[in-house]
Nanobody, 115 residues
Framework: QVQLVESGGGLVQAGGSLRLSCTASGVIFRFNAMGWYRQAPGKQRDLVATIARGGSTNYDDSVKGRFTISKDNAKSTVYLQMNSLEPEDTAVYYC?????????WGQGTQVTVSS
């Protein structure tokens, strides 16, 4: 059973930075891809960024140039560095891992950006 545990959320002022971490039980190299999604109140869960097994990355247009996804295979951890945060980034952020046609999700971590 895959378990994903997120950390690093919190309250920050607009223009500030946060780094989210997602640690997986097991070796993350098994996963085809890992990523971060977010869900604001009353809205659907949307893609933020993904990183493939080989290291290629993909970002939603709204975060390009501000967020960076990376991973440390040795620590089974994926990171999301978020800079120049905006109030519109306020949401619960979820870690995702995709393997063998199955999606696994973490419990989510709240990010709140004040104006």
């Amino acid at each position: 059973q895959v378990q994903l545990v997120e950390s690093g959320g919190g309250l920050v002022q607009a223009g500030g930075s946060l780094r989210l971490s997602c640690t997986a039980s097991g070796v993350i190299f098994r996963f085809n891809a890992m990523g971060w999604y977010r869900q604001a109140p009353g809205k659907q869960r949307d893609l933020v960024a993904t990183i493939a097994r080989g290291g290629s990355t993909n970002y939603d247009d709204s975060v390009k140039g501000r967020f960076t996804i990376s991973k440390d295979n040795a620590k089974s951890t994926v990171y999301l560095q978020m800079n120049s945060l905006e109030p519109e980034d306020t949401a619960v952020y979820y870690c995702n891992a995709h393997m063998a046609g199955v999606d696994y999700w973490g419990q989510g971590t709240q990010v709140t950006v004040s104006s």
